[in-house]
């Protein structure tokens, strides 16, 4: 079994850059497709970002296209978020997640990642 410690939240003005960190720890972690997802107040949780383990393929949610990065090293079980020019509209509990791999497809959706990190708050001040 994979556990996932998220870490790098915290408050930021808006234009700003935070990094988000995934530790995996457990069963090997180079098999798993990772994702992003976050969670604002009364809202839904939402797909940010995902990488698939063998070719490192990865999607982006239109309103973060362009300003995120997702990036893993499998020798440090390790995924991350580079998020750069921050927006109020950012702000949420970001969670990592892992699920098997779909065949090299990036998957969005929540069904497809059955571990999930215990999230981290990143807030974004106008």
């Known amino acids: 079994q994979v556990q996932l410690v998220e870490s790098g939240g915290g408050l930021v003005q808006a234009g700003g850059s935070l990094r988000l960190s995934c530790a995996a720890s457990?069963?090997?972690?180079?098999?798993?497709?990772m994702a992003w997802f976050r969670q604002a107040p009364g809202k839904d949780r939402d797909f940010v970002s995902a990488?698939?383990?063998?070719?490192?393929?990865?999607g982006y949610a239109d309103s973060v296209k362009g300003r995120f990065t997702i990036s893993r090293d499998n020798v440090k079980n390790t995924v991350y978020l580079q998020m750069n020019s921050l927006r109020p509209e950012d702000t949420a509990v970001y969670y990592c997640?892992?699920?098997?791999?779909?065949?090299?497809?990036?998957?969005?959706?929540?069904?497809?990642?059955?571990?999930w990190g215990q999230g981290a708050q990143v807030t974004v001040s106008s």
């Open positions: 997640a892992a699920g098997p791999d779909a065949w090299g497809i990036v998957r969005r959706d929540i069904s497809a990642y059955a571990l």
């Open positions: 457990g069963r090997t972690f180079s098999y798993y497709n």
């Open positions: 990488i698939t383990w063998g070719t490192g393929r990865t």
